[in-house]
């Protein structure tokens, strides 16, 4: 009874060229110029509901990522301990409602950011036991940035203002959204010759 599984609002096909497997995500640099961690991928699926059909994009996937380095600010390491918060057993137990899960994880971390150092324990031991345990490559993974992250993005750019020029503005629009998701910001303007360019630098 699950949902099918789209990428990029497309059904997954060879003959597409849009067929990832699992391990091309966490090892390659073929969807979005970069690799994936494993807590990235699970977040990113868990975030539709299982009967939905779930779009695997870029953009999802930079979403999960920001989120997970936000949260590791108040994850608490401790690999002893990994039970569901009774109120986040409560939400799984709804049809396994993970996306409701997601919204009472976000609530409680900003809780633990005002203060509360239980709702960081409630936080991480439920991050925990649904098998989201390390977070420090996540953490990490945000601040830096490779030469082939800079040329996928660079592609982007030129992708977007191919689409500009061609006068297909949805497909330029979608791209913009993707790379802002992915923290890019874009800055449009003319070269020496009076043709559009684009420069783009990491928000901060």
């Known amino acids: 009874h699950n949902g099918f599984l789209q990428v990029e609002g497309q059904k997954m096909s060879k003959s597409l060229g849009n067929f990832f497997t699992i391990r091309q995500l966490l090892d390659g640099t073929d969807f979005g110029g970069r690799s994936w961690p494993g807590e990235v991928l699970r977040l990113a699926m868990l975030m539709t509901h299982y009967r939905q059909p ?6 999802t996937l930079a979403e ?3 989120t997970l380095a936000s949260w590791g600010r108040q994850f608490i ?3 002893d301990t990994a039970e569901l918060a009774p109120e986040a057993a409560e939400i799984l137990g709804d049809d396994l409602n993970t ?3 997601i919204a ?3 609530k409680t971390y900003n809780q633990a950011e005002r203060g509360d150092a239980s709702a ?3 936080l991480s031991d439920t991050l925990r036991a649904i098998g989201i345990a390390d977070l420090s490559a996540v953490s990490e993974g945000t601040v830096a940035m490779s030469d082939q992250e800079r040329a996928a993005i660079d592609a982007l750019c030129d992708e977007r203002l191919a689409a500009l020029n061609a006068r297909d503005f949805a497909k330029a629009d979608k791209i913009r959204a993707d790379l802002a998701a992915m923290g890019i910001q ?3 303007g003319k070269d020496v010759d009076g043709n559009r360019s684009t420069k783009w630098e990491v928000k901060r």
Do not use: C, E, Q, T
Request: glycine fraction near 4%.
């Open 54 to 59: 779930i779009d695997f994009s870029v953009a």
């Open 64 to 66: 999960a990522s920001k």
């Open 77 to 79: 390491d401790n690999p």
């Open 99 to 101: 996306p409701a899960l």
């Open 104 to 106: 009472w994880l976000h």
């Open 120 to 122: 960081g324990r409630r």
């Open 186 to 188: 874009l800055m449009d």
